[in-house]
C-alpha cells in the first residue's frame, strides 16, 4: 500500500501590526502620596499606549494633588505651563527640623515651642510673602554640575545653592494647632514656579528659632487647572478599561485656557507652521496661542524683536 503524502497544513501569514498613534492632549491628574511624578508618568504611558508622554512641574512624593501630564504633542506645550503660578495647602511643623525640610526626611533638630502665638507667628509669615529669595532645599531635582542635588546629598556632597528670586503672593495662616513640644500651622500658599513650599517651612522655622519641615502638602492649582478637574489614577485606569486608551483634554482646549488667543488666517497658519514670522500681537514675550481658520491650534507665539516668532509648532 502506498502511503499518501500528507498535506501541510495551512497557515494565515502574519499580519504586521499597525502602529496606533495616540492622541495629543493633557490629563489632569490627581497625583497619590507616595509616588514620584515620574511613577505617574510610567502609569499614564501605559494607559495611553505611548512612551511620549511628559509633566509639567514636579511633585514630591510627599505631596498630593494637581499633576500636569502632556501626551504626544502636548508634551511641547508643558515647559510653559510649568511657569504658570501654583497653589497649595499644607501643614508646617514647628519644633522639629528635617535633613529634607519634610516629613520624608531624618529630624536633624528638635526645639520644644513654647510662647508662639500670632503675634511672633504672623510676623514671620508676613516676611516670608512677597518677592522674596529662597535658598533651594538641598534634596532636590536642581542640577548641580550636571548631577542632581539629591544624589549630590545622599553621596554625603550635599552642596551649596544659591538662592533664587521668587514671588509668593499668598502666605496665609488657615489653623494652628499646639501637640506637645511642636505646633502643627495649617497653610495657604500662592506662589510663582520654582517655589519650594518645604523651604517656605524650613526658613518659618529657623526665622522663630525652632526650626521647621513640612508634614503635608496638596496642590490645588496649576495655572488654570483645578484639582477639581483631576481624576485619580484608579479613575484613569477604570476609564481605560471600557475603553482603550484615556480622555484627554484636547490640544486646542488646553491651550484656549492658559494662554491668551490670537486668531490666524490661512495664510497665516501656513507661514508660522512653516518657520514664518508674523506681524506683532502686541502682548510682548509672554506666549499667546495661535489659532488657524478651522479652530485648530498652530502654534504658540511670542514678539520677538517686533515680530512674532513660533515657540512651538502643532499644525503642520
Known amino acids: 500500500m502506498t502511503e499518501q503524502p500528507t498535506t501541510a497544513p495551512q497557515t494565515t501569514p502574519p499580519q504586521t501590526a499597525v502602529p496606533q498613534t495616540a492622541a495629543s492632549g493633557l490629563i489632569i491628574v490627581d497625583k497619590p502620596q507616595g509616588w514620584t511624578s515620574h511613577d505617574v508618568v510610567a502609569r499614564i504611558r501605559k494607559l495611553a499606549r505611548t512612551k511620549r508622554v511628559g509633566h509639567a512641574g514636579t511633585l514630591d512624593p510627599m505631596a498630593t494633588g494637581v499633576l500636569v501630564i502632556g501626551v504626544e504633542k502636548a508634551t511641547r ?3 510653559y505651563l510649568a511657569l504658570t503660578e501654583k497653589e497649595y495647602t499644607g501643614t508646617i511643623r514647628l519644633g522639629q527640623a528635617t535633613d529634607t525640610d519634610d516629613a520624608d526626611g531624618t529630624v536633624i533638630g528638635c526645639v520644644p515651642v513654647v510662647n508662639i502665638d500670632e503675634t ?25 554640575g550636571g548631577k542632581r542635588s539629591y544624589r549630590l546629598a545622599r553621596e554625603g556632597r550635599a552642596p551649596e545653592l544659591a538662592p533664587r528670586a521668587v514671588t509668593v503672593s499668598r502666605f496665609d495662616v ?17 506662589c ?19 526650626g521647621g519641615h513640612l508634614t503635608a502638602l496638596r496642590r490645588t492649582r496649576v495655572g488654570p487647572y483645578l484639582v477639581s478637574q483631576a481624576r485619580t489614577l484608579d479613575q484613569l485606569a477604570a476609564e481605560a478599561e471600557q475603553e482603550p486608551g ?12 492658559a494662554f491668551p488667543r490670537r486668531e490666524l488666517s490661512a495664510a497665516e497658519a501656513r507661514l508660522i507652521s512653516h518657520g514664518g514670522k508674523l506681524d506683532p500681537g502686541g502682548t510682548g514675550s509672554a506666549p499667546v496661542a495661535g489659532f488657524g481658520p478651522d479652530g485648530s491650534l498652530v502654534a504658540l507665539l511670542a ?4 515680530r512674532a516668532r513660533s515657540l512651538a509648532v502643532f499644525s503642520q
Open 303 to 306: 514678539d520677538d524683536d517686533g
Open 120 to 144: 511672633r507667628l504672623l510676623p514671620a509669615v508676613a516676611a516670608l510673602t512677597g518677592d522674596i529669595r529662597q535658598v533651594p532645599p538641598g534634596v532636590s531635582a536642581i542640577k548641580v
Open 174 to 190: 488657615l489653623a494652628v494647632r499646639q501637640s506637645g513640644d511642636v505646633l502643627d500651622v495649617a497653610v495657604a500658599v500662592t
Open 77 to 79: 506645550l508643558l515647559g
Open 246 to 257: 484615556v480622555a484627554l483634554t484636547s490640544l486646542a482646549d488646553a491651550a484656549a485656557q
Open 192 to 210: 510663582s514656579s520654582g517655589t519650594y513650599i518645604r523651604a517656605l517651612a524650613r526658613d518659618l522655622g529657623a526665622a522663630l528659632g525652632v
